[in-house]
């Protein structure tokens, strides 16, 4: 099946914690086994050998597990801050990787609003390590991604965009009381392929949304980047403007200190020299005369 753009639906209020969708993941990725590094909080954390994981919360409702992984955003900011094009938007809306021409610089993990991007540190040529919503599996196999097959409980589902906005706010709309009327993923940073129903506030968890507007980050940045040329030649201005002052200035003293030094060694020195001279010895002028 050929989809416009694909997209997951996460309903926290099923979701059981059994993280059968994280070992799916590992194998049909082909992950490594995981390892406590030092530099991982906890070794359920997403790392290089786990792209998915599950987040616990604890709540008075219960306990409530929200799965994480990359959100596939509708413009991310990954895509537009790799400087070789190593991350891209698919034409289904997965953002996927080609490992062949990264160059490790790692920009797409800093400018990734929720964190995701992960470095294979252990490995002794490193890269980048998501999730790319089994982008392989559904286009070429035409398979579910992996995680989605394997759970138990229906937790997850994937389809288009627009029919996973349609199943969530039937859902919305069915249960009020049941669910907080939000579907998180649906506008935050532009909006992401990754989304999710609940009945507990996931802004008390890793999900919440970095910054307080709904502007993709590409154009976030845009706005900003925008005045750049302008700012760049008028420190261009301002910099040429004080060397400028400054040669000059030194330039006067230098005139100065040469105009004094002139003036006070000039028919001194010689007066000074030719009494240093003994009358008694002949010049050579009188040695030629003798």
Same mark, same amino acid.
């Given at each position: 099946?050929?989809?416009?753009?694909?997209?997951? =639906?996460? #309903?926290?209020?099923? /979701?059981?914690?059994?993280?059968?969708?994280?070992?799916?993941?590992?194998?049909?990725?082909?992950?490594?086994? @995981?390892?406590?590094?030092?530099? =991982?909080?906890?070794?359920?954390?997403?790392?290089?050998?786990?792209?998915?994981?599950?987040?616990?919360?604890?709540?008075?409702?219960?306990?409530?597990?929200?799965?994480?992984?990359?959100?596939? /955003?509708?413009?991310?900011?990954?895509?537009?801050?790799?400087?070789?094009?190593?991350?891209?938007?698919?034409?289904?809306?997965?953002?996927?990787?080609?490992?062949?021409?990264?160059? &490790?610089?790692?920009?797409?993990?800093?400018?990734?609003?929720?964190?995701?991007?992960?470095?294979?540190? @252990?490995?002794?040529?490193?890269?980048?390590?998501? /999730?790319? =919503?089994?982008? @392989?599996?559904?286009?070429? @196999? &035409?398979?579910?991604?992996?995680?989605?097959?394997?759970?138990?409980?229906?937790?997850?589902?994937?389809?288009?965009?627009?029919?996973? =906005?349609?199943?969530?706010?039937?859902?919305?709309?069915?249960?009020?009381?049941?669910?907080?009327?939000?579907?998180? &993923?649906?506008?935050?940073?532009?909006?992401?392929?990754?989304?999710?129903?609940?009945?507990?506030?996931?802004?008390?968890?890793?999900?919440?949304?970095?910054?307080? #507007?709904?502007?993709?980050?590409?154009?976030?940045?845009?706005?900003?980047?925008?005045?750049?040329?302008?700012?760049?030649?008028?420190?261009?201005?301002?910099?040429?403007?004080?060397?400028?002052?400054?040669?000059?200035?030194?330039?006067?003293?230098?005139?100065?200190?040469?105009?004094?030094?002139?003036?006070?060694?000039?028919?001194?020195?010689?007066?000074?020299?030719? #009494?240093?001279?003994?009358?008694?010895?002949?010049?050579?002028?009188?040695?030629?005369?003798?």
């Amino acid at each position: 099946m050929k989809y416009k753009n694909m997209a997951i =639906l996460t #309903d926290v209020t099923k /979701c059981i914690g059994c993280e059968k969708c994280v070992d799916a993941c590992q194998e049909a990725n082909s992950l490594p086994k @995981e390892k406590p590094w030092r530099w =991982l909080k906890k070794i359920t954390d997403l790392s290089s050998s786990r792209w998915t994981t599950i987040r616990r919360i604890d709540h008075e409702k219960g306990d409530r597990f929200v799965r994480r992984q990359c959100r596939h /955003c509708l413009e991310p900011a990954c895509v537009e801050a790799c400087i070789v094009g190593a991350l891209k938007k698919s034409d289904q809306g997965a953002v996927i990787y080609d490992r062949d021409i990264c160059i &490790g610089c790692r920009y797409c993990m800093i400018v990734c609003p929720w964190e995701i991007p992960r470095y294979s540190w @252990e490995d002794p040529i490193p890269y980048i390590q998501k /999730c790319d =919503l089994c982008y @392989e599996r559904v286009t070429a @196999e &035409g398979k579910m991604p992996a995680c989605i097959e394997a759970c138990p409980t229906k937790a997850t589902i994937f389809g288009e965009r627009d029919e996973m =906005l349609a199943e969530a706010r039937k859902r919305l709309t069915s249960e009020p009381q049941k669910y907080i009327q939000r579907i998180w &993923g649906e506008k935050e940073v532009g909006g992401t392929s990754v989304m999710y129903v609940s009945d507990v506030d996931l802004n008390l968890t890793d999900l919440k949304t970095p910054i307080s #507007d709904k502007l993709p980050m590409p154009v976030r940045t845009f706005k900003i980047l925008h005045y750049m040329p302008a700012v760049f030649v008028g420190m261009a201005a301002v910099m040429g403007g004080v060397h400028f002052i400054i040669d000059r200035r030194q330039k006067l003293m230098e005139a100065e200190q040469s105009s004094t030094g002139q003036d006070t060694d000039g028919p001194g020195t010689d007066e000074h020299v030719h #009494d240093e001279t003994n009358p008694a010895e002949p010049q050579p002028d009188q040695q030629q005369k003798e």
